[in-house]
């Protein structure tokens, strides 16, 4: 770019040369080189799935699939073969203005104050559960999830709002290829291990976001499942842990892009602690010496740390106060 060619006052060069932009050059070929030439088995696997392409043509990828991130081998036609139901390509489509809550829980019970206009659906469209599940009416009263309830026998009670998380889910939905939550941690290289560790310590600099509280699209089900090696979900399953970190290697290696953390009131530090003291697996020394064990085991699995360091946050400044919808409309009134 930005080269004169000899003689270019009286040569029209356009006629005789094809001329690029070399950036757009230099993207597309990057692109290609990562997604289909950078391995041997990324090599084979582009030929395997060619191959499949043109035997089970009515279901295969088209050629915007191919040419675009991140590239055909990450988008499984069985899974789907239109572009709406893929989080890479949200400027052709918009997000759905509705999500789903899936919550792992080891609490006794489980209450459901429903108060959506629509009716609860029936016992046997719930998924099985390990614990009671009780679905109450909530739609007479606002004050409905403070009445006594005969089913709660334990002292305490955790009461989830939706409204807590409405501002992650409009981050999300205008970046639906990304994990969007809360709790943030972070990679670094060890010289001293010679290898990937694992921190909670609470800096301005994260690549990862937890998701015990996050959002993310739920085409990486499918590709947690069927293009994460069993082998991976096999260390998952053997350990009860590392599944969020994995779920966060897989995305970034998608998209090459960190996640996106939204603000918390409070920050919860992940940190071993002696054994003698009384918690969960937050607080077992060896579950956090899981996950740096973890973190080497995925990064040689995928060839490389696809992990993204990042410093962008987004707040909920003045969310819900509406006092801030009038000062917007009155500026001068802050001067006074």
């Known amino acids: 770019n930005g080269w004169e ?25 990057q692109m290609l080189w990562e997604a289909y030439f950078s391995s041997v088995d990324k090599i ?30 990450l988008v499984l036609p069985e899974y789907s073969t239109h572009l709406a139901h893929f989080p890479f390509y949200f ?11 899936v919550i792992q829980a080891v609490s006794p019970l489980i209450i459901i104050l429903w108060n959506s206009e629509k009716a609860p659906p ?13 679905v109450t009416d909530g739609r007479r009263k606002t004050t409905s999830r403070f009445l ?41 290289w060890d010289p001293l291990k010679k290898g990937w560790s694992y921190t909670s310590k609470w800096t301005n600099e994260f690549s990862i976001v ?27 399953d053997r350990t009860s842990n590392c599944e969020d970190i994995l779920m966060n290697f897989l995305v970034s290696a998608v998209t090459h892009l960190p996640p996106i953390k939204v603000a918390q009131r409070k920050q919860h530090k992940e940190l071993p602690v002696p054994q003698s003291t009384s918690g969960g697996l937050w607080v077992n020394p ?23 360091h990042s410093q962008f946050r987004l707040d909920p400044v003045l969310f819900k106060d509406q006092v801030s919808v009038l000062r917007k409309k009155y500026k001068d009134l802050e001067r006074a």
């Open 5 to 29: 060619l000899p003689f270019s006052d009286v040569i029209q060069w356009n006629q005789a040369v094809i001329e690029g932009d070399e950036r757009l050059l230099l993207q597309r070929t």
């Open 210 to 236: 937890l998701t015990g509280a996050a959002f993310y699209h739920r085409y990486y089900h499918y590709l947690f499942s069927h293009y994460l090696a069993p082998s991976l979900r096999a260390l998952v």
């Open 122 to 134: 029936p016992r046997s469209k719930w998924p099985p559960m390990p614990v009671p599940l009780t």
């Open 44 to 73: 084979v696997l582009t030929t395997l799935e060619i191959i499949k392409d043109r035997v089970f043509s009515h279901v295969s990828r088209n050629k915007y699939m191919w040419n675009s991130l991140p590239g055909g081998l």
């Open 286 to 308: 060896e579950h956090f010496n899981q996950r740096q064990e973890c973190i080497n085991a995925f990064a040689s699995w995928f060839g490389y740390m696809p992990l993204v």
């Open 91 to 101: 400027l052709r489509v918009s997000p759905g203005q509705e999500f789903t809550a």
């Open 148 to 188: 006594p309830n005969v089913a709660i026998e334990t002292e305490a009670v955790l009461s989830l709002d939706e409204d807590t998380v409405n501002f992650a889910f409009l981050v999300w939905r205008n970046f639906p290829d990304r994990i969007v939550g809360y709790p943030p941690r972070s990679h670094f």
